[in-house]
């Protein structure tokens, strides 16, 4: 019953996720079902240990959150990440459209910028392309997820949230075993594009192409005018932003919250001009981050309350004696994130409760803090995109495309895929180690 009080806690995490409530509520139910069923006392679990888990979360990772969002508001409203897009997909072509869109995402994801504003920055560059290519718009969504949720989250020196987190629990680098990452990220985007390619040449075959409705001619005209009036910066400009806070965090080892910061000062600085109100944009970024860290903390809470449960004590003694019997540590670590990602529809939720259990345990037991980093990363990616994910909803939702014609190509790019990367990162972190 111990064991089973867990899973009904996550399932039901999940059942209501789906169907939209709120993840402060869900989470909350969660809680209450996991303490009632496995005989804690209810009241005390939510108000000590519960909100123990979640005030813990909040005050890690409040300010790189912050920071992180007010620094991607910023080069939205500036037009600074939309110009890296464009510049991106002028210089590749027609020809090459696919993978030019996943090339800018992954681009705009890896210098720090959130999936949010780059599905959004991305969105009417990929609808003007994909209609000078002719392409059906049902491949939209995973064209830009493939950029964005995929294959650059895994490179190392990222200041994605799911790169930094592992740092404070491994005291490991944002740059940990960093070929593990490099190649996962090249089979990712490899796989992807090909793919893609493969879905809009058999479209082709079957005469499907372009076709837009009002909506979609409303959003052309808007790309179309943006681009008459020449108002964007210059690509080369507003990608030194994201450079500066590349170079911060990894050469010169800074703390992520100041690397960030001094990201934010440079977009002012250079496009002050093109942010038409700055307290405005700034007071957005906070209502994002504030809804963006709650939402990741009532999940990270709920680990709290499960960890202190009577049957993941027995779970985890089951863990470690598989492991030290002769078990990989290193797959079970990846199977425990992608599971815990996918109940969630979160990255940092699940990575951040396996190391929460885990890391520790499998330090002691001399397993490479970096390979942890590195395979966590990569295996945060797998399920994290289930349908109840909010990047997904958000996703579908902009580019008027259905679950029915849109999330198939999305499992294929952003699941399945992700999970053979993590297959051949754990066969190279066998040969190689934290290389």
């Given amino acids: 019953m111990d064991m089973l009080a867990i899973i009904l806690g996550l399932v039901m995490l999940m059942a209501l996720t789906i169907k939209k409530v709120p993840v402060v509520f869900s989470g909350l139910i969660s809680v209450v079902v996991v303490a009632f069923f496995s005989g804690m006392p209810v009241v005390e679990t939510v108000t000590d240990t519960y909100i123990e888990g979640i005030s813990g979360y909040v005050a890690r990772f409040w300010w790189m959150i912050l920071f992180g969002t007010i620094l991607s508001q910023l080069m ?27 090339l800018a995402g992954g681009l705009l994801t890896y210098g720090g910028v959130s999936s949010v504003v780059s599905s959004f920055a991305l969105y009417p560059i990929t609808l003007a392309v994909f209609r000078k290519a002719n392409l059906p718009r049902y491949l939209i969504p995973a064209t830009i997820a ?17 790169n930094i987190m592992p740092t404070t629990y491994l005291g490991t680098t944002p740059m940990a075993a960093p070929m593990i990452g490099i190649f996962a990220a090249l089979v990712t985007l490899v796989l992807s594009f090909w793919y893609l390619n493969f879905e809009a040449r058999k479209a082709a075959r079957a005469g499907i192409g372009f076709v837009a409705d009002a909506s979609v001619e409303q959003d052309l005209a808007q790309v179309d005018a ?6 964007l910066p210059n690509p080369l400009l507003a990608i030194l932003p994201l450079i500066c806070v590349m170079i911060l965090l990894n050469v010169l080892m800074l703390n992520i919250a100041v690397s960030l910061i001094a990201g934010i000062f440079l977009v002012v600085i250079f496009f002050y001009k093109n942010i038409e109100n700055i307290g405005r944009s700034v007071k957005e970024a906070l209502e994002v981050a504030a809804v963006t860290v709650m939402t ?17 004590q027995k779970l985890v003694d089951y863990i470690l004696n598989f492991a030290q019997s002769g078990g990989d540590p290193l797959i079970i670590f990846a199977i425990a994130t992608t599971v815990l990602c996918g109940l969630n529809a979160s990255g940092t939720g699940g990575l951040t409760t396996t190391l929460s259990v885990l890391a520790e345990p499998f330090l002691a037991m001399g397993v490479s803090a970096p390979l942890i980093h590195r395979i966590g990363v990569i295996a945060s990616v797998g399920l ?16 008027g495309i259905s679950y029915k014609d849109g999330y198939k190509h999305l499992v294929v790019t952003t699941i399945i895929i992700t999970l053979i990367s993590l297959a051949v990162s754990l066969v190279l ?6 290389i």
């Fill in 296 to 312: 990741a903390s009532a999940v990270v809470g709920l680990g709290s309350v499960i960890k202190v449960a009577p049957g993941f």
């Fill in 76 to 102: 939205d409203v500036s037009g600074a990440a939309h110009s890296i897009a464009m510049w991106i997909i002028n210089k590749m072509g027609v020809k090459l459209a696919i993978l030019s869109i996943i």
């Fill in 429 to 434: 972190a066998s040969i190689m180690g934290p």
């Fill in 384 to 399: 994290d995109t289930m349908p109840h994910s909010g990047g997904i909803v958000t996703l579908l939702s902009i580019s």
């Fill in 146 to 162: 493939s950029g964005i949720f995929t294959w650059a989250s895994m490179l190392p020196g990222t200041p994605a949230d799911q």
């Fill in 226 to 231: 943006l681009e008459k009036k020449g108002v």
